[in-house]
Nanobody
């Protein structure tokens, strides 16, 4: 079983930065695509970024240019560096994983099999 634990969330001012971490255990990390999703109160869970097993990365338009996803296979950890944060970035951020297979939509939460509990990011004005 794969377990994911997010950390690094917190309160920052507009324009600030955070680096979220997701530590994975229980699987072969390098064989999993790792993604970040977020969910604000009253809204659907939305895709943020993904790092595939082949090095492919994809970002939501809302964060492109401000966020960078990276992974350290030795540490079995995936990161999300967020810069130039805006109040609309406020949400619970979730780490997700899926083992290598045919993926039709990287941005669909239904594609992912494992989820962390989330870490809160709050961006104040």
């Amino acid at each position: 079983q794969v377990q994911l634990v997010e950390s690094g969330g917190g309160l920052v001012q507009t324009g600030g930065s955070l680096r979220l971490s997701c530590a994975a255990s229980g699987g072969t990390f390098s064989s999993y695509a790792m993604a970040w999703f977020r969910q604000a109160p009253g809204k659907e869970r939305e895709f943020v970024a993904v790092s595939s097993w082949s090095g492919y990365t994809y970002y939501a338009d809302s964060v492109k240019g401000r966020c960078t996803i990276s992974r350290d296979n030795a540490k079995t950890t995936v990161y999300l560096q967020m810069d130039s944060l805006k109040p609309e970035d406020t949400a619970v951020y979730y780490c997700a994983a899926v083992r290598k297979r045919s993926i039709s939509s990287w941005y669909s939460a239904n594609e992912y099999d494992y989820w962390g509990q989330g870490t809160q990011v709050t961006v104040s004005s």
